[in-house]
């Protein structure tokens, strides 16, 4: 929990609770664990056989590999916690750079991507291992639901609102706990 808890992390909690419940609703009610169960194989398939043991991003070999959200579960890229929209990556590749003067918003995958290929020198990699993952993401066995920008903007909009609603709530407890003091400690 944060040191200075305030009702925005209540609301991105419950944003990516949202987030990951509609993964499960796309995968017969069950939840993508990628260390149990269907969620570990279908992890381990695309680990394998869709990158071929290597990073998504970089294409290194050997590394422990990381599961990364294409599209990050949060409000503003709405990605769901589904196999089709995670690859793996290694420890360096997993760190996404916020969008210079935002506070919130991170480079695509796309963008990261290509970031990572032009700092390495491996632009002529970068159009291989986009397809690779668009491939991945729009289809193969794990294709990603509702990954088209009409369903994302609805995904987007409920989003959107829970934030509002679990923000304006929590304010409104607050205010309620407030008011309890006034009453019975202050008297």
């Known amino acids: 929990m944060a040191k200075n808890p305030s009702p925005s992390d209540a609301s991105n909690t419950a944003v990516r609770f949202l987030l ?8 017969d009610g069950k939840m993508y664990d990628t260390t149990r169960s269907w969620g570990k ?24 590999l990381e599961v990364e959200h ?7 890229q709405v990605g ?5 929209n995670t690859v793996p990556t290694c420890k360096p590749c997993n760190k996404r ?6 506070q919130t918003e991170y480079d695509s995958w796309d963008e990261h991507l290509e970031k990572i290929c032009e700092s390495r020198g491996e632009m002529n990699h970068y159009e ?5 993952i668009h491939f991945h993401m729009n289809e193969s066995q794990y294709k990603l639901p509702l990954n088209n920008e009409m369903a994302q903007e609805a995904v987007r909009y409920i989003t959107d609102d829970l934030y509002k609603e679990i923000s304006h ?6 205010e309620r706990y407030e008011d309890l003091l006034r009453r019975f400690v202050d008297d």
Request: contains cysteine; aromatic residues 4%; charged residues 25%.
């Open 128 to 132: 291989t291992r986009r397809e690779r």
């Open 169 to 174: 709530n929590c304010k409104r407890a607050v």
């Open 20 to 27: 990951r419940k509609a993964g499960s609703i796309h995968s």
């Open 97 to 102: 750079q916020r969008k210079p003067g935002s």
């Open 41 to 64: 194989n279908a992890w381990e398939d695309i680990v394998s056989n869709t990158f071929s043991g290597k990073c998504a991003y970089c294409g290194k070999v050997g590394q422990a």
């Open 80 to 84: 769901i916690h589904h196999p089709g």
């Open 70 to 76: 294409l599209l990050m579960t949060n409000r503003t």
